[in-house]
């Protein structure tokens, strides 16, 4: 059964970090691009960013520069350091893997998700 577990969010202040990290379980994701989204009450959920199998990444615009994607393929782990973060960075935060290699700025792009982690930035 395939499975993928985020950890990692809480309720940090502005301007502070945090990491997320994404477990996989169930087979091995070394071969698939991987992305996070986000998610607050009533929008639908936004693309943050993805890194292919080959080690490139994409953004959305408003995390470029503070945001970080990587994965350790040993560990069939993917994560998300955010740095500076704002209180618009405040959501739930999922990992999931592509399905191909479209749509991957999309969440129609993807078939496999985590359950969420909440990330709160407040002062």
């Known amino acids: 059964q395939v499975q993928l577990v985020e950890s990692g969010g809480g309720l940090v202040q502005p301007g502070e970090s945090l990491r997320l990290s994404c477990a996989a379980s169930g087979r091995t994701f070394s071969h698939d691009a991987m992305g996070w989204f986000r998610q607050v009450p009533g929008q639908e959920r936004e693309f943050v960013a993805v890194i292919m199998s080959g080690g490139s990444t994409f953004y959305t615009e408003s995390v470029k520069g503070r945001f970080i994607i990587s994965r350790d393929n040993a560990k069939n782990t993917v994560y998300l350091q955010m740095n500076s973060q704002k209180p618009k960075d405040t959501a739930v935060y999922y990992c999931?893997?592509?399905?191909?290699?479209?749509?991957?700025?999309?969440?129609?792009?993807?078939?496999?998700w985590g359950q969420g982690t909440q990330v709160t930035v407040s002062s």
């Open positions: 999931a893997r592509a399905a191909g290699s479209y749509r991957l700025a999309t969440a129609q792009g993807y078939d496999y």
